[in-house]
């Protein structure tokens, strides 16, 4: 599978400020958001209580209506990938469930919208959890980050047939947590922030699809995303994303890694990109996208670091992709989910070059007006 060796080329500088700090109680203190990198979960994820998140122009009673939350659960195993959801956008609140055999190079997808007070994203990740309830659907995602655990339990049923989940986490390696600015006031300050914390895990359980049980093994990983964030009302973002096992100094070990692109103020200062291994984690440089053929009918990514310093180089050949878009009154969103096959590498501050040819990618192409 993928291998690493020294590169010849040293990583770019990492700025200090993706050096995580000690986190604070809360992401807003005195109407302040704390921008930066953190080395724990927060314990008071009180966005709602930023000053004019969203500019001097909006009114304070928009405020629950601009801050979009939504709670990823993602599992690799040898026969494919799930990205499962709790989400709340707006005033619409769903969760969905998208997986990919590997095998068949068949998505199946199951999406559930459902009333607010049916839906619940979890306020923080110590220890509150997610939830979507509707007739034909039920979805927990129990959060015990004090300990590096999570659990997801739940089934749905559809066009796609019926789907079952039981998985727990255990974490690998140490989080990744940021807050990010996607905008600036005229004095300078920053706004419309963007809170994401991803985790990487061991997975055990069972996915079951019509019927047929996947079970896990000692190569099967997760990895948490969990988002809050008062988007401009136009944004757009990129990600790719792999996990697994892979060969490092000739033993297989734990190995993950996460690419976005957003429209952070400052990509240097601010941004979600990082590399896990077993008992670590590695902060990346800023990287930029390019999609072969055009973004709509996309067959391939290309990912480099900003500066252009060999970094990064990672080719993603999209094998199959899952389309959701939402239209519903003020809300306008294009989002497309590949999955695929990767080639390439990506490396840490030291230098040293990780390589990927052969695994599993998964993608996120999301634009929105709201």
Same mark, same amino acid.
């Given at each position: 599978?993928?291998?690493?060796?020294?590169?010849?080329?040293?990583?770019?500088?990492?700025?200090?400020?993706?050096?995580?700090?000690?986190?604070?109680?809360?992401?807003?203190?005195?109407?302040?958001?704390?921008?930066?990198?953190?080395?724990?979960?927060?314990?008071?994820?009180?966005?709602?209580?930023?000053?004019?998140?969203?500019?001097?122009?909006?009114?304070?009673?928009?405020?629950?209506?601009?801050?979009?939350?939504?709670?990823?659960?993602?599992?690799?195993?040898?026969?494919?990938?799930?990205?499962?959801?709790?989400?709340?956008?707006?005033?619409?609140?769903?969760?969905?469930?998208?997986?990919?055999?590997?095998?068949?190079?068949?998505?199946?997808?199951?999406?559930?919208?459902?009333?607010?007070?049916?839906?619940?994203?979890?306020?923080?990740?110590?220890?509150?959890?997610? @939830?979507? %309830?509707? +007739?034909?659907? &039920?979805?927990? /995602?129990?959060?015990? *980050?004090?300990?590096?655990?999570?659990? $997801?339990? =739940? @089934?749905? %049923?559809? +066009?796609?047939? &019926?789907?079952? /989940?039981?998985?727990? *986490?255990?974490?690998?390696?140490?989080? $990744?947590? =940021?807050?990010?600015?996607?905008?600036?006031?005229?004095?300078?300050?920053?706004?419309?922030?963007?809170?994401?914390?991803?985790?990487?895990?061991?997975?055990?359980?069972?996915?079951?699809?019509?019927?047929?049980?996947?079970?896990?093994?000692?190569?099967?990983?997760?990895?948490?995303?969990?988002?809050?964030?008062?988007?401009?009302?136009?944004?757009?973002?990129?990600?790719?994303?792999?996990?697994?096992?892979?060969?490092?100094?000739?033993?297989?070990?734990?190995?993950?890694?996460?690419?976005?692109?957003?429209?952070?103020?400052?990509?240097?200062?601010?941004?979600?990109?990082?590399?896990?291994?077993?008992?670590?984690?590695?902060?990346?440089?800023?990287?930029?996208?390019?999609?072969?053929?055009?973004?709509?009918?996309?067959?391939?990514?290309?990912?480099?670091?900003?500066?252009?310093?060999?970094?990064?180089?990672?080719?993603?050949?999209?094998?199959?992709?899952?389309?959701?878009?939402?239209?519903?009154?003020?809300?306008?969103?294009?989002?497309?989910?590949?999955?695929?096959?990767?080639?390439?590498?990506?490396?840490?501050?030291?230098?040293?070059?990780?390589?990927?040819?052969?695994?599993?990618?998964?993608?996120?192409?999301?634009?929105?007006?709201?």
């Amino acid at each position: 599978m993928s291998e690493f060796e020294q590169t010849e080329t040293a990583a770019s500088n990492i700025h200090p400020t993706r050096t995580p700090a000690a986190t604070p109680q809360s992401i807003v203190e005195d109407g302040k958001v704390h921008f930066g990198t953190f080395d724990q979960p927060w314990q008071n994820l009180n966005l709602l209580d930023a000053d004019k998140p969203c500019g001097p122009r909006m009114p304070d009673f928009l405020k629950k209506s601009r801050l979009t939350e939504w709670e990823a659960f993602e599992v690799c195993m040898d026969e494919g990938a799930l990205i499962s959801a709790v989400y709340k956008i707006g005033a619409i609140r769903f969760s969905i469930f998208v997986w990919y055999d590997k095998n068949e190079n068949k998505i199946y997808s199951w999406r559930n919208i459902a009333p607010k007070k049916r839906v619940h994203v979890a306020s923080q990740l110590i220890s509150d959890s997610c @939830y979507c %309830k509707t +007739k034909r659907s &039920e979805y927990t /995602i129990e959060n015990d *980050f004090a300990n590096g655990k999570a659990k $997801a339990k =739940g @089934y749905t %049923k559809g +066009k796609n047939g &019926e789907f079952s /989940i039981d998985m727990s *986490f255990e974490r690998i390696s140490p989080l $990744a947590n =940021g807050v990010m600015p996607l905008a600036k006031n005229k004095d300078g300050t920053f706004r419309n922030a963007l809170y994401s914390e991803k985790d990487f895990f061991k997975a055990t359980g069972d996915i079951t699809i019509n019927g047929r049980s996947y079970r896990t093994n000692e190569r099967s990983v997760g990895i948490i995303d969990d988002h809050k964030g008062f988007y401009p009302f136009h944004a757009h973002y990129d990600w790719l994303t792999a996990m697994g096992k892979t060969d490092i100094d000739g033993e297989s070990k734990y190995f993950a890694f996460n690419l976005t692109r957003n429209q952070s103020v400052d990509q240097e200062q601010y941004n979600e990109n990082v590399i896990w291994l077993e008992g670590e984690s590695f902060p990346m440089p800023p990287v930029v996208f390019s999609h072969k053929d055009g973004k709509k009918k996309a067959t391939e990514w290309h990912v480099t670091d900003e500066a252009g310093n060999g970094v990064v180089d990672v080719t993603f050949t999209i094998e199959r992709v899952f389309y959701m878009p939402i239209h519903a009154l003020v809300i306008n969103c294009y989002y497309a989910l590949p999955y695929g096959t990767l080639k390439g590498y990506v490396s840490d501050p030291n230098g040293k070059k990780y390589y990927v040819d052969g695994m599993i990618g998964i993608g996120e192409d999301k634009t929105t007006r709201m």
